[in-house]
């Protein structure tokens, strides 16, 4: 089986992947585009990409990306994420005076580089930062990845779990040509969009309330060539086929100019997840 991912070899995206997956082949992509595209034509069989974090929020590009392309969610797995300074074997903490990462893992650990008062510089990927900083040479230069990526590129770790905040997760979604019947308990995503009229998006949740279904997020997208206009992706637990989930989505219909169901898997057991260390 391979699955797509976005980022080099070490990625976070390629740690989730192999948590996630029993077996498969991680296959590498420059953009979150290009994930997308080797599934959709088929050329892997899955994609992992991330669609939110604990501390930074959504990943928005991907939530335009899901609606552009008929894939369908499948999964969904959270992970840890633990961030390191990574350097030369011979360089020192001491001697650091840039850090180069995603702009995403930067923010994360903000708080640390301004004690440390060293200059950032944002580039495409955390593991990608390590590749790029093993290929410039330059010793008064460290980068934020994960301890794989340090392994991968034959690195050092200067210092380990260096996020501000320890309760940093991010949460992947597998996607999917294919539907998968979910076992268990099961989330629902769909995005809708609604006419603009009072009260409709009160209406619309309200399709939900009515039937003790359980909203487990509302996310608020701006609509590609309509000004002002919104679309709202929503999860909730549930499945499809329940007849509670189908008469509020039927009843949802009623207010709504475009409904899609994105897809219904299995939740992660959040009570049961434990940080990696």
Known sequence: MKVAFQGEAGAYSEEAGH????SAEMIPCESFDIVFDKVFSGECQSGLIPIENSLAGSIHHNYDLLLRHKLHIIGEYYLRVRHCLISFPDAHLAGITHVMSHPQALGQCDGYLRNLGVKTRPVYDTSGSVKMLKDSGERNTAAIASKRAAEIYGMQILEAGIEDNPENYTRFIEISPKIVAPEGDVKTSIVVSLKNIPGALFKALSVFALRDIDLTKIESRPQAGKPWEYLFYIDFLGVVNEESVRRALNHLDEYAIMLRVLGS?????????????
């Open 265 to 277: 898997y299995t939740r992660f057991p959040l009570d049961t997840f434990k940080p990696l260390a």
């Open 19 to 22: 948590d996630y997956f029993v």
